[in-house]
């Protein structure tokens, strides 16, 4: 079966920069485009970025020039570089796997990590 595991949350002052990972198993992990969703406290999953099968990605306009999603199909695992972080990036940050090669902004039909925190102080 799927399992993603996500590293790399923490605690870090506004402007600063943190990188998450998720290593990915259980499939062919080159054949699935992969993303990055985030829920903070009160609100609803939403997606953060994505990428397919050819590293086309994809982002939100909320994260559009900070953010850059990597894949490194060696090694089954994919990144978030989060850059000038603000304190409304604060939130459980989940890795996912589609089901195919292409990606949707939805949350439906995805595989799920159990999700790493990430918490910007001002």
């Known amino acids: 079966q799927v399992q993603l595991v996500e590293s790399g949350g923490g605690l870090v002052q506004a402007g600063g920069s943190l990188r998450l990972s998720c290593a990915a198993s259980?499939?062919?992990?080159?054949?699935?485009?992969m993303g990055w969703f985030r829920q903070a406290p009160g609100k609803e999953r939403e997606f953060v970025a994505a990428?397919?099968?050819?590293?086309?990605?994809s982002y939100a306009d909320s994260v559009k020039g900070r953010f850059t999603i990597s894949r490194d199909n060696a090694k089954s695992t994919v990144y978030l570089q989060m850059n000038s972080l603000k304190p409304e990036d604060t939130a459980v940050y989940y890795c996912?796997?589609?089901?195919?090669?292409?990606?949707?902004?939805?949350?439906?039909?995805?595989?799920w990590g159990q999700g790493t925190q990430v918490t910007v102080s001002s």
């Open positions: 259980g499939r062919t992990f080159s054949r699935y485009a």
């Open positions: 990428i397919n099968w050819s590293d086309g990605s």
């Open positions: 996912a796997q589609y089901s195919g090669i292409y990606y949707y902004t939805g949350v439906q039909n995805l595989y």
